[in-house]
């Protein structure tokens, strides 16, 4: 199918009518920006074919600017060696025509089912075409952003794929599966599911019926193992219950549990002597202590009473040695506050020699900054009498400037006047002889000239009459009068302006500008040089000399400082006389501090030696150390006597420990309860147990549990045979499937050739597998496959395309028409894998006419194709 011509008049986005004519073959490219119209022309050739004109919804086609808009398209094609001419108008007064070659000719209802059984596809029954009617053209027609969409517009097209699969293949497969897999996958998944071959529907009720079966049968048998080991369990009893009644083991407890008390009382009591003794003779030890502390304490003082009275003599030899620094101290504090009064004077004098340096330069500074502003005064003087001259001339050239700009105006008018009036008036070229002349209203003409003719004019010829000659159709008249008011304005303005032509005003204007210039530079310098002007800058000067005279009276006023030292070296000798003052004082302070420390550390020890002394001629009696001394060995024979005791009394609390435990009363006590206890127990479990064995005996358990065995073989066996028969039909199906899996692989040849062919330009050494209906279902590269929904956007946007292509080469090939048509599809695409999709184009349009719309031409202008700009295509309003 080729596109020759196409006509859009009010359409969606355009008003009046858009043609394009003269569509390539091949290839044609629609650019223009956003919102240029290049969908709205896509989507005026999918209306045009695929929806009905009577359509009640086509609403919306009408233009927003043009609310009584009549929608109409037209296009002129070729199918083959035949053409067509498709007219359709909408919304109001809706109809079809389709002229076949001239000749033939159809509308309505009959042409819209004649286009779509020629282009292939289905038309809707009521309302809009929706995607399952696309057929063939729904899916070479790519919407904007569809791109990657191929299962969908594939499924609604897969009749018509597979009937041109069988047209090329020889083969006829009915939407991929025959007769008989159907009716077996019917037979099959009447018994287990599609996917997982589960059981279902009868199969699964009896698989039901027999779990349940079992359950009940293990269930019963359960039980009966249980009744049989109950009964078991109850003879153990009944022996058990006649062995403990005859011993009756917990008297004998009893017995223990009463010598167990006795033993016991007598463990307390041994505790109780050990407990006592040991009291007893911690006393004896506490005393030994306090008495040998007491003797500890003596000894001690006597040493410490040594010691105080040789130190007294230490800190009276300190104190004298103090006093006697102190005095030799007092003569050297006196030399160094003499130093310190002579390096002052110094000093004050090293400042008065820097103060009068000083000064000396401030002096020669000011003078400096004196000859500055003398010299700025005068340039600054100067700088104004030129600003003056040039502020006179400034106003001697002064330029109105609207008048200015007013009069060029009128230039440019007159300009353009007399060249249309030159353009539009007529000519009159005259030759006339030497001494003739002509005159033509009040204008005489001689030689050779031109002359032009506004309006009505008598040309006079002498001896002969006048010729009036009057313009046909010329508004020369009106020019002329234009011109003459633009003359008489002009005129106004250059005496205003004061001068002769545009030319001399443009000049005046310039010197104007230049005096206005110059004078902005040399009030920027002035105010550079003065900026608070020559009267400040001059007081500026009066009080700079009047400072330098001051300076000039303070160096004078200053006594004479030939002889004084530097600065540093008298604050040196002032840094050191300070130094050794405050080393002098701060030896006094530190003789000062030990003297007193001294006789204070010595009235101290005086006091401390008296008083122990007193205290111990008050303790030193030797009746009462002779009494102590005596104490002390009676209270250690105490202490050894009570030791001998608590070993005798430790051994008998062994002996008894070893024979008795304090919690064997417990132990025995408890022991004979639960003898008691387990024999009350024993008696209510057997007469438990005898009642539930006489009910169990009672319900007729064997009995049902053969009814439930005679169940469970019966459903084994119609199980059985419900899994043969699954099986059978599984491996049936299976057969049949693979049969056919084999003939569609034959059928789907031609097209899996084409998507290999067009899928290798983008990914070399690639395939892509084809699903049953014939949509590409695994991208095969690089030893490994992908399904394409976990391919990225742009590569299925790629592939998109790409299996388009092959499906229009199968369709092709099979006789039925195609279009391809891509309304912004590369968009999501690189620079390298562009240039692979181009070359698949240029590949493609050797076959199919392909209309390509995009905002981006620069990225499609090297196809070897003209684009076509929407912008620049003919729109009659």
């Given at each position: 199918m080729k596109l020759k011509r196409l006509l859009i008049e009010d359409f969606k986005q355009f008003t009046g009518q858009v043609r394009i004519d003269d569509l390539d073959p091949g290839l044609n490219i629609f650019t223009g920006p956003n919102e240029a119209g290049k969908t709205s022309i896509a989507t005026a050739v999918r209306t045009l074919f695929l929806e009905k004109h009577r359509s009640s919804t086509l609403r919306h086609l009408v233009p927003w600017q043009a609310s009584s808009g009549q929608p109409r398209i037209e296009a002129e094609f070729a199918v083959g060696s035949c053409h067509y001419l498709l007219r359709k108008s909408f919304v109001v007064?809706?109809?079809?025509?389709?002229?076949?070659?001239?000749?033939?000719?159809?509308?309505?209802?009959?042409?819209?089912?004649?286009?779509?059984?020629?282009?292939?596809?289905?038309?809707?029954?009521?309302?809009?075409?929706?995607?399952?009617?696309?057929?063939?053209?729904?899916?070479?027609?790519?919407?904007?952003?569809?791109?990657?969409?191929?299962?969908n517009p594939v499924g609604h097209a897969a009749t018509y794929l597979r009937d041109a699969l069988n047209q090329l293949s020889g083969s006829r497969v009915e939407a991929g599966e025959d007769v008989l897999i159907a009716a077996v996958r019917r037979e099959l998944h009447e018994l287990v599911t599609e996917k997982t071959r589960k059981p279902t529907q009868h199969y699964a009720a009896v698989e039901a019926d027999l779990e349940r079966a079992l359950r009940d049968q293990q269930q019963l048998q359960l039980q009966q193992a249980q009744f049989e080991a109950e009964i078991d369990r109850l003879s153990k009893l009944e022996a058990d219950y006649d062995d403990l009644s005859r011993r009756k083991p917990w008297e004998a407890l009893e017995q223990k549990a009463e010598q167990a008390k006795v033993s016991v009382a007598a463990l307390r009591d041994a505790r109780v002597r050990l407990e006592q003794l040991q009291l007893l003779r911690a006393g004896a030890h506490d005393r030994i202590r306090l008495l040998q502390e007491r003797e500890r304490q003596r000894l001690e003082a006597l040493s410490a009473l040594a010691a105080l009275e040789a130190g007294q003599s230490r800190t009276?030899?300190?104190a004298a040695e103090a006093a006697e620094a102190l005095a030799q101290l007092g003569g050297a504090m006196g030399q160094a506050e003499h130093a310190i009064q002579v390096s002052?004077?110094?000093?004050?004098?090293?400042?008065?020699?820097?103060?009068?340096?000083?000064?000396?330069?401030?002096?020669?500074?000011?003078?400096?900054?004196?000859?500055?502003?003398?010299?700025?005064?005068?340039?600054?003087?100067?700088?104004?009498?030129?600003?003056?001259?040039?502020?006179?001339?400034?106003?001697?050239?002064?330029?109105?400037?609207?008048?200015?700009?007013?009069?060029?105006?009128?230039?440019?008018?007159?300009?353009?006047?007399?060249?249309?009036?030159?353009?539009?008036?007529?000519r009159i070229e005259y030759r006339l002889q030497p001494g003739r002349a002509l005159r033509m209203d009040d204008q005489t003409l001689d030689g050779t000239g031109q002359a032009l003719i506004t309006g009505r004019t008598l040309l006079h010829l002498p001896d002969l009459g006048e010729i009036s000659i009057v313009p046909a159709a010329s508004d020369g008249a009106v020019l002329a009068a234009q011109a003459d008011d633009l003359v008489i304005e002009r005129a106004g303005l250059?005496?205003?302006?004061?001068?002769?032509?545009?030319?001399?005003?443009?000049?005046?204007?310039?010197?104007?500008?230049?005096?206005?210039?110059?004078?902005?530079?040399?009030?920027?310098?002035?105010?550079?040089?003065?900026?608070?002007?020559?009267?400040?800058?001059?007081?500026?000067?009066?009080?700079?000399q009047l400072m330098l005279a001051q300076l000039a009276q303070r160096l004078a006023q200053l006594p004479d400082v030939g002889t004084a030292?530097?600065?540093?070296?008298?604050?040196?000798?002032?840094?050191?006389?300070?130094?050794?003052?405050?080393?002098?004082?701060?030896?006094?302070?530190?003789?000062?501090?030990?003297?007193?420390a001294a006789e204070a550390r010595l009235r101290m020890q005086q006091e401390q030696s008296a008083a122990m002394r007193a205290r111990m001629e008050a303790d030193g009696d030797a009746d009462a150390r002779q009494a102590q001394q005596l104490e002390l060995a009676s209270a250690v024979a105490a202490e050894q006597?009570?030791?001998?005791?608590?070993?005798?009394?430790?051994?008998?609390?062994?002996?008894?420990?070893?024979?008795?435990?304090?919690?064997?009363?417990d132990r025995y006590q408890r022991s004979a309860a639960l003898q008691r206890e387990a024999h009350t127990r024993q008696k209510v479990a057997l007469a438990e147990l005898r009642g539930k064995l006489e009910q169990l005996g009672a319900s007729g358990l064997g009995e049902r549990l053969a009814d439930v065995n005679a169940e469970v073989e019966q459903l084994q066996r119609r199980r059985a045979e419900l899994k043969l028969r699954a099986d059978a039909l599984a491996m049936l199906h299976d057969m049949l499937v693979e049969e056919?899996?084999?003939?569609?692989?034959?059928?789907?040849?031609?097209?899996?050739?084409?998507?290999?062919?067009?899928?290798?330009?983008?990914?070399?050494?690639?395939?892509?597998?084809?699903?049953?209906?014939?949509?590409?279902?695994?991208?095969?590269?690089?030893?490994?496959?992908?399904?394409?929904?976990?391919?990225?956007?742009?590569?299925?946007?790629q592939l998109g395309i790409l299996t388009r292509l092959a499906y229009a080469d199968l369709l092709k090939e099979a006789g039925v028409p195609t279009l391809l048509m891509l309304d912004d599809a590369v968009v999501h695409t690189d620079a390298a894998r562009r240039e692979r999709i181009k070359r698949a184009l240029l590949d493609a349009m050797q076959r199919h006419q392909i209309l390509l719309f995009t905002c981006h031409p620069e990225a499609w202008d090297d196809l070897g194709v003209v684009p076509r700009s929407i912008g620049s295509m003919r729109v009659v309003a």
């Open positions: 007064r809706s109809r079809c025509e389709l002229i076949h070659d001239g000749q033939h000719r159809m509308e309505g209802e009959e042409a819209e089912e004649a286009l779509a059984e020629l282009l292939r596809f289905s038309r809707p029954v009521r309302g809009s075409a929706a995607p399952e009617h696309g057929g063939v053209p729904g899916l070479l027609w790519v919407t904007q952003g569809q791109a990657q969409d191929v299962e009276a030899i300190e002052r004077d110094a000093l004050q004098q090293a400042l008065a020699a820097e103060q009068a340096q000083e000064w000396r330069e401030q002096a020669g500074l000011r003078q400096k900054e004196v000859e500055r502003l003398q010299q700025q005064l005068a340039q600054s003087r100067d700088i104004g009498e030129r600003l003056q001259a040039f502020t006179l001339a400034a106003h001697a050239d002064a330029v109105d400037v609207d008048a200015l700009h007013r009069l060029r105006q009128l230039e440019a008018e007159l300009a353009a006047l007399r060249a249309r009036l030159e353009t539009g008036a007529t250059l005496q205003a302006l004061g001068a002769q032509n545009l030319a001399d005003a443009e000049n005046r204007f310039q010197r104007w500008q230049d005096a206005r210039r110059e004078m902005e530079s040399l009030e920027r310098l002035l105010q550079a040089h003065a900026p608070q002007g020559c009267d400040a800058l001059a007081r500026a000067v009066e009080n700079e030292p530097s600065r540093h070296d008298a604050e040196a000798a002032v840094a050191e006389a300070t130094a050794r003052l405050q080393q002098c004082q701060r030896r006094q302070q530190e003789l000062h501090t030990a003297r007193a006597a009570h030791a001998r005791d608590i070993e005798q009394a430790r051994a008998e609390l062994d002996r008894l420990a070893a024979e008795t435990g304090e919690q064997d009363v056919r899996d084999r003939t569609v692989q034959r059928l789907q040849a031609p097209l899996a050739e084409r998507m290999a062919h067009y899928c290798r330009r983008l990914f070399p050494q690639s395939d892509l597998n084809l699903q049953d209906n014939l949509a590409p279902a695994l991208l095969n590269r690089d030893g490994w496959g992908a399904e394409l929904n976990y391919l990225s956007f742009g590569t299925r946007e």
